[in-house]
């Protein structure tokens, strides 16, 4: 009788450890992923300041095969010609050579176009157009005119209309221009075409790389809060399929990487200094006038805890400006002539936590907003209660708990492989092909 007790109990503890198994599988803590936090809206794979942050080799599930055209039409010699190699001034938005250069190396790239999703055109619009001297005999005009010849005969971008090519253009009217719609490039005045005759079809289902978003029009005041009246930086002509924006070029000699302990000894607490935008003065004039009560600001004898540097007036030398932000706990960012500009960036690479007063910001110029947590790294302060008391809205600057100044400073550093093409580990080309093949997707 004690006997069938006792087996009659053995196999109910068999059966219950086998239904307690299958509900729930057992593992020890050593072979449990650790959990880590993620903001809800951003993905586990793409969360700046994450260590799960999808790297393209790590996981090739992720991956999105490209094909990048090679043939010399598509990347021509421009015989070393400095001009095209230094960039002149403005040309910080010209990122078609970063592009290509980091796209070349990208473990994604195929060299089977069948296995392809998505096709880059790496021709550098800028460069091609900033290169003065004929390069074998041709110019600039002779090498767009054989591109686009080339990118009409491809049977690659006649199968899909070119709706899964991608093409980084960035300034502002070099998409306008190509199409023939108006004859103007990099710089006015100079004769700057790109075709004779108007090639309309040639990016109408493309994906467009830029330093700014199509989809707004500086007109239109009742979406975006500002207007320029005097200049159409996005025209309604310049149509194509989808947009991805992109961050813009800095140089490498603001790069800087430190603790937080060596960013909190920085001797300049704020810095601004800017005197408007093409001839002295902003075509944004909501930014002009946010820019002024910054200047207004650093006149008045205000007890700030360090220095500051807010002025209108630029600094003495390169060297010196590089020196100032590189010593500058926070930088006040300001839109001017567009919602676009390199301080945002410059900022980023200097280790100087921006402070966004760029109402346009977050809705037109922000790259791979999908992907990039700017809260984690951004202060953001509304253009309208900047302008109302500049000095009441800086106290959401100097007024912040240690440790959240800690977490800040830390999500910026993580944040710069993510929207600096120069950086020594960039990642900006891995959010470049996911943004566009989401762009492309929707």
């Known amino acids: 009788m004690l006997l069938d007790e006792w087996l009659r109990l053995l196999a109910i503890v068999v059966v219950s450890a086998i239904l307690i198994s299958w509900a729930w599988p057992c593992s ?28 393209a080799v790590q996981n090739p599930d992720d991956a999105i095969l490209f094909y990048m055209y090679s043939d010399d039409v598509f990347q021509p010699d421009l015989c070393d010609d400095p001009a095209a190699r230094d ?16 796209a070349s190396k990208h473990p994604w790239r195929v060299h089977d176009p069948s296995k392809a999703q998505l096709f880059v055109i790496p021709f550098d619009l800028c460069a091609s157009h900033a290169s003065r001297k004929p390069c074998h ?54 004769g700057a ?6 090639r309309s079809r040639l990016i109408e289902n493309m994906t467009i790389g830029r330093y700014l978003s199509y989809h707004l029009t500086l007109r239109d005041e009742v979406r975006v809060g500002f207007s320029a009246k005097q200049h159409d930086w996005l025209r309604e002509e310049e149509k194509w399929g989808c947009t991805v ?13 430190e603790t937080f302990e060596r960013w909190e000894a920085r001797k300049i607490f704020i810095f601004f200094r800017g005197n408007g935008g093409l001839g002295g003065g902003c075509f944004m004039k909501v930014a002009e ?44 960012v300001f839109a001017c002539d567009d919602p676009q500009t390199s301080r945002y960036f410059e900022a980023i690479v200097a280790g100087c936590i921006p402070v966004l007063i760029n109402d346009a910001w977050s809705v037109s110029v922000a790259p791979f907003a999908a992907r990039v947590n700017y809260a984690a790294f951004t ?55 996911h943004a566009a093949h989401d762009c492309i997707a929707q």
């Open 379 to 433: 202060i953001t302060i509304p253009e309208a209660i900047w302008t109302a008391n500049a000095a009441a809205a800086a106290h959401l600057i100097y007024n912040r708990p240690r440790g959240e100044q800690r977490r800040m400073q830390r999500a910026l550093m993580q944040a710069q492989r993510e929207l600096l093409w120069r950086h020594n580990q960039s990642n900006v080309a891995t959010n470049v092909l």
């Open 87 to 102: 960039l002149p001034k403005g040309g910080y938005w010209c990122m078609g050579t970063e592009w290509a250069l980091q």
């Open 137 to 190: 005999k041709k110019g600039h005009i002779n090498r767009v005119e054989a591109l686009v010849a080339a990118i009409n005969q491809s049977k690659w971008f006649l199968r899909n209309g070119g709706r899964d090519h991608m093409w980084v253009m960035p300034h502002n009217g070099l998409p306008a221009a190509l199409i023939g719609k108006r004859n103007w490039g990099f710089g006015r005045g100079r």
């Open 28 to 55: 020890s803590p050593q072979q449990r992923e650790p959990t880590q936090f993620v903001p809800a809206s951003f993905p586990r794979s793409a969360a700046v300041g994450n260590r799960a942050v999808a790297d």
């Open 245 to 257: 924006v992109l961050p813009i070029v800095t140089p490498k000699s603001l790069w800087i990487t």
């Open 193 to 198: 075409v790109f075709l004779n005759a108007p």
């Open 289 to 332: 006038r946010a820019r002024a009560k910054a200047i207004d600001l650093g006149r008045q004898n205000l007890s700030w805890p360090g220095l500051t540097v807010l002025t209108n007036a630029h600094a003495a030398t390169p060297a010196d400006y590089r020196s100032e932000i590189k010593s500058a706990k926070y930088c006040l």
